[in-house]
Every structure is written in C-alpha cells, then in structure tokens.
C-alpha cells in the first residue's frame, strides 16, 4: 500500500490505484482529499514486480509465438534466403 499526503496534513493509504489523467497530470483517482486538493506520495524505491496471470502469457510451453512465428516466416527458417 502507498501513503498519500495532502499539504493540509491528512494521510491516506491506498492498496489499489486508478489512474486517470486530470488537470493535465495524471493522478490517483482515490487520492483526492476532503479539502479538494490532490494527495501525493513519495516513490518507492525500484520498479513494481509483474506476475502474468493469463496462461498464455506464460513462458512455459509458449505454443502462442510459435504459432505467431510460423505465421510470419511461412515454413522456411529466419535466417534462410527467399530462393
């Protein structure tokens, strides 16, 4: 969960965020405080982790790009000539 502060002294935490773009910035949804002003938050430190969910996004048995590359590239290889 991130802390969200407003400059008139309230605090909210918020686990899941919506994002839209407002007032020429993008910003939380859920941050808006009672005062009407937008809540902001200190970074954390590196890049979110991503887990894929779908079953087709998995790296296990990727059937997906086989398919996609077979479809592109016909039966010949990548790298043999058009001949």
Same mark, same amino acid.
Request: proline fraction near 5%; aromatic fraction near 8%; glycine fraction near 10%.
């Given at each position: ?11 909210? *935490? /918020? !686990? ?7 007032? !020429?910035?993008?910003?939380? /949804?859920?941050?808006?405080? @009672?005062?009407?002003?937008?809540? @902001?938050? *200190? ?17 296990? !048995? @990727?059937?997906?790009?086989? $398919?996609?590359? *077979? $479809?592109?590239? !016909? ?7 058009? @001949?």
């Amino acid at each position: 969960m991130t802390l969200y502060k407003c400059t008139c002294g309230k605090s909210k *935490e /918020i !686990g899941k965020a919506t994002l839209a773009f407002k007032e !020429g910035r993008w910003r939380t /949804i859920q941050a808006l405080c @009672d005062c009407g002003l937008w809540m @902001d938050s *200190e970074p954390e430190e590196g890049m979110p982790s991503l887990r894929r969910t779908e079953p087709s996004l998995s790296k296990k !048995g @990727d059937k997906l790009w086989d $398919r996609a590359k *077979e $479809r592109l590239c !016909g039966e010949r290889g990548v790298n043999e000539p058009f @001949d």
